[in-house]
Nanobody, 121 residues
């Protein structure tokens, strides 16, 4: 059974940093497309933040480009999101996801339970 578990969320002040982790179990993640999404309480859809292909190629939403870095450790089956220069608009619940190919299809992906990130001004 595929399971994704996020951790590392918390509360920081603007300009601060956090590192999110997503531990994957139940399958070998190195051949899959992996990504981070975020959702605000008033939002209707989870917004794509970053995505990483099996070969390590990464892509980012414009809103986080230059501030966030996605990475993975295939040996530990763990996905990361390093977030720097956090701003209040980054406040959201962050989710990791996997899908067998890129781009990740939200309705067909496997998801974690989410971790809350709150950035105060």
């Amino acid at each position: 059974q595929v399971q994704l578990v996020e951790s590392g969320g918390g509360s920081v002040q603007a300009g601060g940093s956090l590192r999110l982790s997503c531990t994957v179990s139940g399958y070998d993640m190195k051949r899959d497309c992996l990504g981070w999404f975020r959702q605000v309480p008033s939002g209707n859809e989870r917004e794509g933040v970053a995505q990483i292909k099996p070969d390590g190629t990464a892509a980012y939403a414009n809103a986080v480009k230059g501030r966030f870095t996605i990475s993975k450790d295939n040996a530990d089956n763990t996905l990361y999101l390093h977030m720097y220069e956090l701003q209040p608009e980054d406040t959201a619940t962050y989710y990791c996801a996997r899908y067998h190919t890129c781009p990740i299809i939200r309705s067909r992906a496997d998801w974690g339970q989410g971790t809350q990130v709150t950035v105060s001004s």
